[in-house]
């Protein structure tokens, strides 16, 4: 009897320690558990900042989610072992796979971001960039705090690679970032994705000291003239046009580029409004959660916590803050060749970053507090969705050069 009884204690001790050590809480005490404890808390206030903030909310607020998720311990929803060296390693995927490494599929293959691009494009009004074609060049201007700190990242010893999906973060576009990085480093993916979400949602904190740093009184109170109306000819033709010319002359920028377009000729067509209506909505709303969660998942706390991930905030914030002032720089420089009555408002070249449309409406809160009667908003949008279409070409330089 005294036996039967000590087996069966033995048997319960052994079956309540077995189930102990299978929880996620057992997962706190090992060697990177405090990591864990460190990237739910990171996850959590992320998740403030999309919720009480509204900081890029869609986005932040799925990434913290995804962040959250895959920094349970024992959840084992996403593995980097299976996508290890940049592969996909098949050979052990279906066996070894959680949810998250399906979702992720997405990113590591290219088809959430160009999908995103779709979407975009069906929502963005290249008008104003058609009727001032000069816009182009602020926009162009903005993207060279791409490649200064792409130079600067590879001086600090990041691998050319690594070094160019730092620089991206200057383009404040989010979709183009998480694309080029998922090709050339997606080891960096989670800290470059967090960045470049957050600088976007910075973008009202960021630009106006550089701006008004910039500017003098005069220039800022510049009126620029109407836009001259833009025809329905124009609006088809023109993606049209950029997707053959820009995938001819970079053919790796074609997908960005190409979805980018196929959305907004979607829009201006106007026979297949459904279409439009869709990529707009529930398309958009769909890859959104997909990208968001996956993105989060790869924010682990092996690869987020380390110096590399500071030096990417902090040349993230650089390449930020260049592109803003070679815009507005530029457009300085553009004011030397312009007739009086014609000059350009400096303060739209910051719109020249790819964040629409916040980027143009700080333009616009900033010649309003020059001149209160100043409207430089439909002026910023050319810039700024000039913008979008120069960090997409600017992330196929650098996969055509380092992919």
Sequence with gaps: MWSFLTAGSDFVSESLLKFAESTGIAGFFSSMGWGSVVMLGVACFLMYLAIRHKFEPLLLFTIAFGMLLTNLPGANLYHTELFAGGHVHWDIFVANAG?????????????YPCLIFVGVGAMTDFGPLIANPK???????????????????????????????????????????????????????????????????????????????????????????TLRPVSKLERILFPIIIAVIISLLL??????????????????????????????????????????????????????????????????????????????????????????????????????????????????????????????????????VAGVVGSAVAAGILLSFLG
């Design 99 to 111: 949810l998250l490494d399906y979702l992720y599929l997405g990113v590591k293959l290219g088809i």
């Design 251 to 384: 053919p790796s920028a074609a997908p960005l580029i190409g979805c980018l377009m196929l959305g907004n000729l979607m829009k201006e067509c106007g026979v297949v409004d459904r279409l439009s209506k869709t990529v707009q909505n529930e398309l958009m709303n769909i890859v959104v959660i997909f990208l968001g969660l996956t993105v989060g998942a790869t924010a682990t706390a092996e690869a987020f916590l380390n110096v590399r991930t500071l030096g990417i905030l902090v040349l993230g914030v650089a390449a930020f803050a260049l592109g803003t002032a070679c815009g507005v720089l530029l457009a300085k420089l553009m004011n030397c060749f312009c007739k009086e009555g014609n000059k350009i408002n400096p303060l739209i070249g910051s719109a020249g970053v790819s964040a629409v449309p916040m980027a143009a409406r700080v333009s616009q809160t900033e010649g309003q507090k020059a001149d209160p009667g100043n409207y430089l908003l439909m002026h910023a949008m050319g810039p700024n």
């Design 135 to 225: 816009s182009f060049l602020l926009g162009a201007a903005a993207q060279i705090g791409i490649f200064v700190t792409f130079l600067g990242a590879f001086a600090l010893g990041f691998s050319p690679a690594q070094a160019g999906s730092i620089g991206i973060i200057g383009g404040a576009d989010g979709p183009t970032a998480i694309y080029l990085t998922s090709m050339l480093s997606p080891e960096l993916l989670g800290p470059i994705a967090v960045a470049a979400y957050s600088y976007m949602a910075l973008v009202p904190v960021i630009q106006p000291p550089i701006m008004r740093l910039l500017t003098t009184e005069k220039e800022r109170k510049i009126k620029m003239s």
